[in-house]
Nanobody
Framework: VQLVESGGGLVQAGGSLRLSCAHS????????IGWFRQAPGKAREGVAR????????HYADSAKGRFTISRDNAKNTVYLQMNSLKPEDTAVYYC?????????????????WGQGTQVTVSS
């Protein structure tokens, strides 16, 4: 399984970015792809996730109303549209996948990880 993120960068507060996670090699029918982020000195945390079986989505409270996760099955890509960005959104964003569903939405439950992409929001 490979996960390749792209789309990070530097943006001013209030701006938008769209992250992409191109995935390949899944051998199971049921999987979940999630976006996590890790700011310097902080623990990695879940931001949003989407399930293959029914397309259901879940968001961290910090992301609700501002971020949207979506998928394009034809392109094997999952997107994270981030609007109204804040300086506290600055972090390395990782795409992760789990065969099946997340229980506690812990990073430790992830089976595969991408390399990460830096998002920096200036004030």
């Amino acid at each position: 399984v490979q996960l390749v993120e792209s789309g990070g960068g530097l943006v001013q507060a209030g701006g938008s970015l769209r992250l992409s996670c191109a995935h390949s090699g899944f051998i199971f029918d049921s999987w979940t792809i999630g976006w996590f982020r890790q700011a310097p000195g902080k623990a990695r945390e879940g931001v949003a996730r989407i399930e293959r079986r029914d397309g259901s989505t879940h968001y961290a409270d910090s992301a609700k109303g501002r971020f949207t996760i979506s998928r394009d099955n034809a392109k094997n890509t999952v997107y994270l549209q981030m609007n109204s960005l804040k300086p506290e959104d600055t972090a390395v964003y990782y795409c992760a996948a789990r065969g099946g569903v997340y229980g506690r939405w812990s990073p430790a439950e992830s089976d595969y990880w991408g390399q990460g992409t830096q998002v920096t929001v200036s004030s």
